[in-house]
C-alpha cells in the first residue's frame, strides 16, 4: 500500500532548540495529521490540516500542509524534555476507494537533552 | 470514561491460545479500526469498520477475527498465534470521512494492548 517517506528517523537535540520535521508521498492527499505517541501509550493527535498551503499552530508546533499536497512539515519551537517521544505523519486521500484510511509515516524519534 | 479504551492493556498467551481484544469509544464516532504497530515498521491497517460495514486487509491472516457487534465496541480474537505476532494492537475511532464535519479530526487511539506471543 501507500508509504510515506518520514524524515528524519531520529533527531537528538539540546533542550531550547528548534526541531523541524516533514513527510512526503507519492500520491495526493486531502488531510495531512500529525501524531505524538509516548511510550506504551498510543498516538495522540497534535495537529491537522485540510488545505494546501494551510499552516496550522498549536502552541510551539506548527505545522504546514505542502501546496503539492504531497508533503507536510512539523515544526517546533524552543524544545523542553517532555517534547521526548515518536512523532508520526498521516496522509489520507480521502476518496471513494480509499475511503476512510490514513497512510502513516515510519515516525521521527526525539530525543531533548537538557 | 471519555475517548477511546482498550483492554487488557498487556497480554501474554501461548500459540495454542484463544484470547480477545476489547476497544470502546465513547466518541460517538461510526468508524472504528485496528492498527498492528511493530518496532521499525509503519503503522500497519487491519480491519475497517465504517457505517455497519467490515473493510478488510487481505493480508491479515486468519488467525485474527474482528467483530464489531455496534458501533461503539470493536473486538479482536485471536487464535493459534505466532511469535511473529507479539506487537501493539491499536484501536482507533473517527468520524466516517463522508460524513466529516468540522472538529471531526482524523482518527482518536486508544492507548493499545501490548501483545506477547510465546
Known amino acids: 500500500g501507500q508509504q510515506l517517506n518520514q524524515s528524519p528517523q531520529s533527531m537528538f537535540i539540546q533542550e531550547g532548540e528548534d526541531v523541524s520535521m516533514n513527510c512526503t508521498s507519492s500520491?495526493?492527499?486531502?488531510?495531512w495529521l500529525w501524531y505524538k505517541q509516548d511510550p506504551g501509550e498510543g498516538p495522540v493527535l497534535l495537529i491537522a490540516?485540510?488545505?494546501?498551503?494551510e499552516l496550522t499552530s498549536n502552541g510551539r508546533l506548527t505545522a504546514q500542509f505542502g501546496i503539492t499536497r504531497k508533503d507536510s512539515f512539523l515544526n517546533i519551537s524552543a524544545s523542553i524534555p517532555s517534547d521526548v517521544g515518536i512523532y508520526f505523519c498521516?496522509?489520507?486521500?480521502?476518496?471513494?476507494?480509499?475511503?476512510?484510511?490514513?497512510?502513516f509515516g515510519t515516525g521521527t524519534s526525539l530525543t531533548v537533552i537538557p | 470514561e471519555t475517548g477511546v479504551t482498550q483492554t487488557p492493556r498487556h497480554l501474554v498467551m501461548g500459540m495454542t491460545n484463544k484470547k480477545s481484544l476489547k476497544c470502546e469509544q465513547h466518541?460517538?464516532?461510526?468508524?472504528m479500526y485496528w492498527y498492528k504497530q511493530s518496532a521499525k515498521k509503519p503503522l500497519e491497517l487491519m480491519f475497517v469498520?465504517?457505517?455497519?460495514?467490515?473493510?478488510e486487509n487481505n493480508s491479515v491472516p486468519s488467525r485474527f477475527s474482528p467483530e464489531c457487534p455496534n458501533s461503539s465496541h470493536l473486538f479482536l480474537h485471536l487464535h493459534t498465534l505466532q511469535p511473529e505476532d507479539s506487537a501493539l494492537y491499536l484501536c482507533?475511532?473517527?468520524?466516517?470521512?463522508?460524513?466529516?464535519?468540522?472538529?471531526?479530526?482524523?482518527?482518536?487511539f486508544g492507548s493499545g494492548t501490548r501483545l506477547t506471543v510465546v
Open positions: 482507533a475511532s473517527s468520524q466516517d470521512f463522508r460524513d466529516r464535519g468540522p472538529g471531526d479530526y482524523g482518527y482518536t
Open positions: 500520491s495526493i492527499f486531502n488531510t
Open positions: 490540516l485540510y488545505k494546501a498551503g
Open positions: 498521516a496522509g489520507q486521500e480521502g476518496n471513494i476507494l480509499t475511503g476512510n484510511q490514513f497512510y
Open positions: 466518541l460517538g464516532h461510526n468508524a
Open positions: 469498520y465504517s457505517l455497519e460495514e467490515r473493510v
